[in-house]
């Protein structure tokens, strides 16, 4: 029972590249969030997706935008990125909307 | 105010000591608090809820006090495992689209 995983790890970028964070749970929980986590600024909502067809923006969605794949998958697109973006993501998940939340292991982008 | 806030710490304190953590917030409306724990560069983990009654699971305590608005985490004989970050973390419910409110965070560094 893997939980909730994130892919990648790591990733480095130029200035303008896009690419896609992917998120996966294997805990049939309906809500899925994505966060940036920037030293001093604490964790940061970015999208979210309350149940499965349904995205929300959050606290700081200008750059992203997010794809609610199935109930499963929740993935974060980056489609210029700007060294702004350099962050630590953190997917989470919850069994409902507004409980407890369990996250991913982190991906850790750079960019440059 | 802020929606969660915490001192940031660091509490520096010996092995086998007693620390307090208090996080105040500013929604009264609030109905659900948690206090989530994160080691460097690791995701956050839950800790423990708070309930109203309060809950003690070992070595931790977690008090809710609804007049004054405030939560706090208390630590007893403290090991060099406890070391980490420990986030405050709040449902507001009424809060527009905010699923839960995470404080940034208070650190606590364990010395042998």
């Known amino acids: 029972n893997a939980g909730v995983t994130q892919t990648p790890k790591f990733q480095v970028l130029k200035t303008g590249q896009s690419m896609t964070l992917q998120c996966a749970q294997d805990?049939?929980?309906?809500?899925m969030y994505w966060y940036r986590q920037d030293p001093g600024m604490g964790l940061r909502l970015i999208y979210y997706?309350?149940?499965?067809?349904?995205?929300d923006k959050g606290e700081v969605p200008n750059g992203y935008n997010v794809s609610r794949l199935n109930k499963r998958e929740f993935s974060l697109r980056l489609e210029s990125a700007a060294p702004s973006q350099t962050s630590v993501y953190f997917c989470?998940?919850?069994?409902?909307?507004?409980?407890?939340?369990?996250f991913g292991p982190g991906t850790r982008l750079l960019v440059l | 105010r802020k929606e969660v806030e915490q001192d940031p710490g660091p509490f520096n304190v010996p092995e086998g000591a007693t620390v307090a953590f208090n996080c105040t917030y500013s929604?009264?409306?609030?109905?659900?608090f948690f206090w989530y724990r994160q080691d460097c560069r690791k995701e956050p983990k839950l800790l423990m809820s708070?309930?109203?009654s309060g809950n003690e699971d070992g070595r931790f305590t977690a008090q809710l006090n609804r007049a004054s608005q405030y939560i706090s985490l208390l630590i007893r004989d403290s090991k060099l495992s406890d070391s980490a970050t420990y986030l405050c973390?709040?449902?507001?419910?009424?809060?527009?689209?905010?699923?839960?409110?995470f404080g940034k965070g208070t650190r606590l560094s364990v010395i042998a």
């Open positions: 805990m049939n929980h309906n809500s």
């Open positions: 989470a998940i919850s069994f409902a909307y507004q409980e407890t939340q369990y």
């Open positions: 973390v709040v449902n507001p419910i009424n809060s527009g689209n905010t699923p839960l409110v």
């Open positions: 997706s309350a149940s499965e067809g349904t995205t």
């Open positions: 708070v309930y109203s």
């Open positions: 929604n009264s409306a609030s109905q659900s």
